[in-house]
């Protein structure tokens, strides 16, 4: 049971990667990224972290998805169709991506964690918790500092030209 | 800048007992250049005054085309206003337009009040006004103009449209001579004038 | 059409220049539930509105033209039609004017009948207006409460004139019949009630803080902006000119009552909603007023000749209706109809002020600005 | 002189329904029945008296009266019955159904007039189903360019999540629950995540103005009132020290969380009424401005399904204010605890010599039934409730939580006008998050002073 | 802190409000009480008698047939026919009385001023709704007929508000 | 736990190459945001499966680090993608020429 629903997952995930890099409307490319991301929540709760499955599908399906779709709506319809592809660019492409999925197989398949499993109890969520306080805490405020300053920075970035006037025309 | 010209009195006609349509030609014979709402200062001496020669002003209410003669409408005010029209203190009422056909005529009536004079807003000024009417109407490109109030009373933007489109009368100087009510495809002559026929009636 | 495409002065701050992507045009109405029967055709960018055209007209149906076919007797039911809810108020003037024309007395009674009539009618349609009101921003009960109070007036004017709505009550000469004979208690007890009523309306939807915050300085036309746009009614009393025709130029016996008016300085949104409701009150007032003055008897008509006829003259009346003042101007050429009959209406002149307001303002104070303008568009389009 | 309809014939009448009849059975038995089977057929089946309870056996037990108790208790406690039935679906869509019955007969009070009155005969009781027919019966319109697929596919997402949120619900003690995740309340957080998206992507699939208006501002409210919605939830987990909800509600045994954190309950539930689209923030549809804003295109079932997803929204959000803040089912038992012996062993009842011959367990099966596998009794204090009593003592205090929180939900609707968006986001960004953060404070230092959390009192 | 007073003055005002009589007229159920018999034209003092302009009533003995009425409603709604009836009166030779169009009329009741005989007059029979057209048009025999109508209701006021009972 | 570290690998190393695929070859800005985040995601996938096959809490809190940074990243990213689409009028990185200096 357990292999037909991560075979499952697994072609959702990659079938929707490739949907979303392939589809010609914008729109339904990142309906397609957010199965991969949805897919990757769903490879997380294989592996017994809810935790990290949830903030998965709370940060990347609730605000960044949202973003997404937002800025493909902001830019002209018109441009999501036009496509500039050259096929041998492309066919380069298929075959850089063929040449490091075979490559990286054949070290991992040679290397020796093809046969590790586990019967070990999965990590709590509260022990990530405690680790956020604990050791990683400086970490936790750069990141902080890192989120709050991008978001800030995009802000900055993604404001209208003439909110200046506006600002004027209230007074 | 004022100048004073004689002028000789050509024609009256008594509208009713206070109001009356009054004919000016001056003497030279030469009618100036002049604005709808422009006004003539007209002075004559008055016997009980001792002769004094007494002015005040008249709003003219022929058409500035016309160069024949100054037309007045004048009625006989009974309690005497206090000084002068300030174009700042009134509002249009109402602008109503009419059709007389068998004047060749189509006459405008401005209805203006007053706000904040408190003499003025009890009463409501009407200043009469006609323009030269034609048989087969091109509302805009024909004869039927009259100058434009809008730059002095501003409230009269629409209510001159809906003249416009009501009875053809194309306001010059106004800038958004567009349909009001009517609709934008209508085809037909203006419904007000009179030979527009009420179907089934 | 050799029409002037037509350049609106913009506030500072919202000149456009590419007008491609970033303007949308929205046409609000004539079948969009916050219009009414008219059309705003609003250009907005991102949450401003940087243009709004008004395109009345949709329900003209040419009163004035079809006042011409008509004599002064057979005009009556059809020149209250534009405003079946305030049709005492549009049909005043017309009446004062036939009857300056033809010549006629009113008798005394007839007189407070008259403007007990027509302040009744201001109260039925300050609260369906009201009731627009409350529904345009949303406030639900506002749209329950006022169009069931209205009920009790609507059943006074049914008991005076025997209709709900189109009345077709005042005739030129007095009215058309006498009030019923217990009409002064019923009358008084009914505005009693109606007042107590009225503070539960100040209490949910006036005193309403998040009212407040929405309606407050959105919308503020100055009082010399008033004045130059000829605004008229509520519009002109809320941006504080001391205006109403009932007390300038005071008709029938409005001279020999003691009207109050009511003027706020704010000229906003909300002030501009708060003056018919103090009208109402006021309306309360000068009803009882009248029932004490009137009166007990005597007649109520005054009989006209089959067919009357006007002189060769002109005539402009003019009243304060429930929208502003609402004149009436009669050219007669000595026949039974009217030569040129013109309905001056405070919704028409009101309207001139909308794109005025609307321009610059955000697109969720619409719906505020458009409907505190106190404009009714069958009115407006006669 | 009055007819209803003149053209009315009974025979055609009896003709539709009978036609109808006929093809309603006829796709009943052709694929109804083997459906039937073959989800039965791949179902994890109980166990019962030691027999596998497969489908056949399913079937024949149902005209065995002897084994129909066994087969029902089998079915409560099956996946099944928890998804659809109980704690899951059709629980939320009868309390929802309730929830817009009483909006409108109390907006109807509040206003002054009678609301829906004649459908049902009793003061409109069956107005809702009339609703449904309606609009199940109406056409459906899409518009000539929408985006097809995803303007199908958005009500029916509307409502999908909507019941996902409610399986995260605890409703009563003992997991009556359809999903008991450890990180419950961060799955509601991720779920509610996707109402933003379906509405945008149903904006702008039904290629509109005033839909893609009311779309956008839907998605700036949902985004900036999340916010404020999670961090007011933060002191309760900080008190806690759990993310589970049924572990939350216990937690609150002695005193809801009401109590300690108002501030929280405040920014909460303000929060709560702008994701809901509740007046006085319902923007998306201000219909004065822009017509129904993202509903403007859907017609027929599908603004049904959205209104259905609505109301099941409301629900859930109103259940989980009840969990956090108001100790969800926790209350004082409305009955005295039953005694042990008469569960555990039944009351045997004699025969006319004295002999007890048969043994008859608590009534109101199947809930008072002894069944030593699943059923523990729990003791509080001396006295003794079997977890049946419990399960209804918990799911009376519930219901009558929610709709208490629904009632204050529903009367802002007939109190307050609409909001403008630009007052709305000041608020969510302003006021409500710093009044969150006071919040959290406030929880921290309780925390820290000892006096509740995990060095305090619980 | 004004806020927060407003929304409680508000809230308390609404709930307050959960409490007060319904003012909604049921109206199938319960009608509205009307004053009077009906709008006629009183002789004696020359003016209308107040009461609802509803469906006209005709006088058949009172009529005679001058057409008075017709040419009233010429310009208002052009309701009114004058058609042949079928019996003779004294005081109306020509044997024609006025047919009713309801579908035209607007019930201001000028016929009922401008009759000189007061023949007619309005009634307070108001449910005059029909599936046809032609159901609407209504022949002097019809008119004549007295209307049965059931009114009970009235608007009570007290101390729990204004309702209709 | 029925499944073997190596199937969650080969499904990351799957994701990767079609990450790269996509930055190679796409020219359109958001197609290669989405590559980008489809790689990111290949990476946490590693770090969680690694992270529960040896079991230590590192793995979960590296991955939700990353996670949380993506978040910000595509903020950037889309307000630098707007900003080039009101300058260029397209998000056709080839178009982008005049950045080049």
């Not at chain 1, 500092?145 to 920075?153: C, D, F, K, Q």
């Not at chain 3, 005076?160 to 077709?168: E, K, L, M, N, P």
């Not at chain 3, 706020?264 to 029932?291: F, H, T």
């Not at chain 4, 009978?18 to 057929?41: C, E, K, R, S």
Request: with cysteine; glycine share 8%.
């Amino acid at each position: 049971m357990a292999d037909a629903l991560f075979l499952a997952i697994s072609v959702l995930t990659i079938g929707s990667a490739i949907a979303a890099l392939e589809m010609r409307s914008l729109v339904y490319g990142s309906i397609a990224l957010m199965g991969t991301l949805g897919g990757v929540a769903g490879f997380y709760v294989m592996l017994d972290s809810p935790f990290v499955a949830m903030f998965q599908l709370a940060v990347y399906v609730g605000s960044i998805a949202v973003l997404i779709l937002f800025t493909v709506m902001l830019v002209k319809r018109e441009l999501i169709f036009k496509k500039i592809e050259d096929p041998k660019r492309k066919f380069a492409g298929i075959g850089l991506m063929l040449i490091v999925i075979l490559a990286l197989g054949a070290i991992i398949m040679d290397s020796g964690i093809k046969s590790i499993s586990t019967d070990s109890d999965p990590v709590d969520f509260r022990e990530i918790g405690g680790d956020f306080l604990t050791y990683y805490w400086p970490a936790l405020v750069l990141m902080a500092l890192i989120l709050a300053g991008s978001v800030m920075g995009a802000l900055v970035l993604a404001r209208r030209e003439d909110t200046v006037e506006n600002e004027q025309r209230t007074d | 800048m004022v100048e004073e010209h004689k002028a000789t009195l050509t024609y009256t006609q008594l509208l009713k007992e206070d109001l009356g349509i009054f004919r000016l030609v001056p003497e030279d014979g030469v009618i100036p250049d002049y604005k709808a709402g422009q006004f003539l200062t007209i002075g004559m001496p008055v016997k009980s005054e001792g002769g004094k020669v007494v002015r005040r002003a008249y709003s003219i209410a022929s058409h500035p085309e016309n160069k024949k003669f100054f037309e007045f409408v004048i009625r006989w005010v009974r309690k005497p206003f206090p000084g002068r029209l300030t174009t700042e203190l009134f509002n249009a009422e109402s602008v109503s337009g009419v059709d007389f056909p068998d004047e060749k005529e189509i006459g405008v009536t401005y209805h203006l009040g007053s706000y904040t004079d408190p003499a003025y807003s009890k009463q409501v000024l009407a200043l009469a006004t006609r323009a030269p009417r034609e048989e087969t109407p091109n509302p805009g490109n024909d004869s039927t103009k009259l100058p434009s109030l809008r730059d002095m009373f501003y409230s009269v933007e629409f209510h001159e449209r809906e003249v416009f489109e009501m009875l053809g009368v194309y306001f010059e100087g106004h800038p958004d001579n567009r349909r009001l009510l009517l609709p934008e495809d209508w085809a037909d002559l203006p419904p007000l004038r009179k030979d527009f026929k009420n179907k089934g009636r | 059409m050799a029409e002037v495409i037509p350049t609106k002065e913009m506030p500072p701050g919202l000149q456009v220049e590419n007008v491609d992507d970033r303007i949308m045009t929205l046409n609000v109405g004539p079948q969009h539930p916050g219009s009414g029967h008219m059309r705003i055709i609003v250009k907005i960018d991102g949450d401003y509105i940087v243009d709004a055209d008004p395109d009345p007209g949709y329900v003209h149906r040419g009163e004035e033209k079809m006042a011409e076919a008509r004599n002064y007797i057979t005009n009556i039911p059809h020149l209250e039609r534009p405003v079946i809810h305030d049709s005492c108020n549009i049909l005043y003037p017309y009446v004062l004017g036939v009857e300056d024309l033809v010549g006629i007395e009113v008798p005394e009674r007839a007189k407070y009948v008259r403007v007990i009539a027509a302040e009744l009618n201001r109260c039925i349609y300050i609260q369906y207006w009201l009731a627009i009101y409350g529904i345009f921003l949303g406030h639900s009960t506002m749209f329950m409460w006022p169009a069931g109070d209205r009920e009790l007036f609507i059943d006074l004017m049914e008991k005076i004139s025997g209709a709900r709505v189109t009345h077709a009550y005042f005739v030129p000469g007095g009215v058309r019949n006498d009030v019923p004979a217990n009409f002064e208690d019923v009358c008084l007890r009914q505005v009693n009630y109606f007042e107590k009523r009225i503070k539960e309306y100040g209490d949910i939807f006036y005193d309403n803080p998040i009212l407040k915050a929405r309606t407050e300085d959105t919308g503020v036309l100055s009082r010399e902006d008033a004045i130059r746009l000829g605004t008229t009614g509520s519009v002109l009393r809320a941006s504080g000119v001391d205006y109403d025709v009932r007390v300038k130029e005071p008709y029938d016996v409005y001279d020999e009552l003691d009207v109050h008016t009511n003027v706020l300085k704010a000229g906003d949104s909300y002030a501009r909603s708060k003056v018919p409701w103090l009208d109402m009150l006021e309306s309360c007032n000068i009803i009882r007023q009248a029932l004490e003055k009137m009166p007990k008897s005597g007649s109520i008509r005054t009989k006209l000749k089959p067919n009357p006829k006007g002189g060769l003259d002109e005539v402009y009346r003019r009243v304060e209706s429930g929208r502003g003042a609402a004149g009436c101007y009669i050219v007669s050429k000595e026949k039974p109809e009217p030569y040129r009959l013109k309905l001056s209406v405070g919704s028409f002149r009101n309207l001139i002020a909308l794109p005025y307001l609307l321009k610059g303002e955000k697109l969720g104070n619409m719906p505020a600005v458009y409907w505190s303008l106190n404009y009714w568009p069958v009115e407006a389009d006669r | 002189m009055s007819v209803i309809a003149p053209k009315f014939r009974l025979g055609y009448f009896l003709k539709g329904i009978f036609d109808n009849a006929f093809w309603i059975l006829t796709i009943v038995t052709l694929a109804g029945i083997p459906l039937i089977q073959i989800v039965l057929f791949y179902m994890d089946l109980p166990v019962i008296d030691g027999e596998l309870l497969t489908a056949f056996l399913a079937f024949t037990w149902l005209f065995n009266p002897t084994m129909q108790i066994p087969l029902i208790k089998s079915l409560l406690y099956s996946d099944l019955f928890r998804i659809a039935a109980f704690p899951g679906f059709g629980f939320a869509a009868l309390i929802a159904a309730a929830t817009i019955f009483v909006e409108r007969k109390m907006l109807a009070k509040l206003q002054l007039r009678v609301g829906p009155f004649y459908c049902g005969k009793i003061e409109g009781l069956l107005q809702l189903a009339g609703d449904g027919l309606k609009l199940i019966s109406k056409e459906i319109i899409i518009p000539a360019k929408a985006d097809k697929p995803l303007f199908w596919a958005a009500p029916v997402l509307f409502v999908g999540t909507a019941a996902a949120f409610v399986a995260l619900i605890p409703v009563a003690p003992g997991g009556w629950v359809v999903a008991d995740l450890d990180v419950g309340l961060l799955a509601v957080f991720a779920v509610i995540g996707f109402f933003p998206i379906i509405t945008i992507l149903s904006a702008w699939s039904a290629n509109s103005k005033f839909p893609f208006i009311g779309g956008i501002r839907a998605l700036h409210q949902m985004v900036s009132f999340e916010i404020p919605l999670i961090l007011s939830l933060l002191g309760v987990v900080i008190l806690t020290g759990t993310l589970n909800l049924s572990e939350i509600v216990e937690s609150q045994s002695n005193f809801p969380w009401i109590i300690f954190m108002p501030i929280g309950a405040i920014v909460f539930f303000t929060a709560m009424l702008a994701e809901l689209e509740r007046i006085p923030f319902d923007l998306p549809e201000a219909e004065s401005e822009i017509v129904a804003g993202w509903l403007t295109e859907f017609s027929g079932m599908m603004y049904g399904l959205v209104q259905l997803g609505s109301y099941l929204k409301l629900y859930a959000f109103a259940a989980l204010f009840v969990i956090i803040f108001l100790g969800g089912w926790t209350g004082p038992m409305f009955w005295p605890p039953l005694d042990t012996e008469l569960i555990m062993e039944g009351t045997p009842i004699p025969n006319f010599k004295g002999d007890p011959v048969l043994t008859v367990h608590a009534p109101g099966l199947p809930l008072f039934d002894k069944d030593p596998n699943e059923w523990v009794l729990q003791e509080q204090g001396e006295l003794q409730y079997t977890s049946g009593q419990l399960l209804i003592n918990g799911v009376i205090w519930f219901v009558l939580k929610t709709v208490a929180v629904i009632f204050f939900i529903l009367l802002p609707r007939g109190v307050f006008p609409r909001i403008r968006i630009d007052m709305l986001l000041h608020i969510g960004w302003y006021k409500l998050i710093g009044l969150a953060f006071v919040n959290i404070f406030i929880a921290l230092g309780l925390v820290y002073a000892g006096v509740l959390g995990p060095g305090g009192i619980m | 802190m004004g806020t927060a007073t407003g929304i409680i003055k508000a809230l308390n005002s609404g709930v307050k409000h959960l409490a007060v009589k319904r003012f909604t007229l049921r109206y199938p159920e319960q009608k509205l009480k009307f004053v009077g018999d009906g709008y006629q034209f009183d002789p004696t003092t020359g003016v209308g008698i107040a009461g609802l302009k509803g469906r006209h009533m005709l006088f058949h003995d009172h009529c005679t047939g001058c057409q008075l009425c017709s040419i009233a409603c010429e310009g208002v709604a052009e309701a009114i026919a004058m058609v042949k009836v079928p019996d003779s009166w004294g005081q109306n030779k020509k044997a024609i009385m006025p047919q009713i169009d309801y579908g035209k009329c607007v019930f201001c009741g000028l016929c009922v001023d401008a009759c000189p005989f007061y023949a007619l007059y309005m009634s307070n029979d108001y449910e005059l709704s029909s599936f046809t057209k032609e159901g609407l048009i209504y022949t002097p025999a019809q008119l004549q007929v007295k209307p049965q109508v059931q009114q009970d209701s009235e608007l009570i006021i007290d101390k729990r508000g204004a309702r209709h009972g | 736990m029925s499944n073997e570290l190596i199937e969650f690998v080969l499904v990351s190393i799957a994701l990767l190459g079609i990450g790269i695929y996509g930055l190679a070859v796409k020219r359109n800005a958001i197609r290669m945001l989405f590559a980008v985040e489809i790689i990111v995601n290949a990476a946490n996938l590693n770090l969680v499966a690694f992270a529960r096959f040896m079991p230590h809490s590192g793995g979960q809190t590296l991955a939700l680090f990353s996670i949380a940074i993506a978040a910000a990243e595509v903020a950037v990213g889309l307000a630098l993608i707007i900003v080039a689409y009101r300058m260029y009028k397209n998000i056709d990185i080839a178009d982008f020429r005049s950045l080049k200096g």
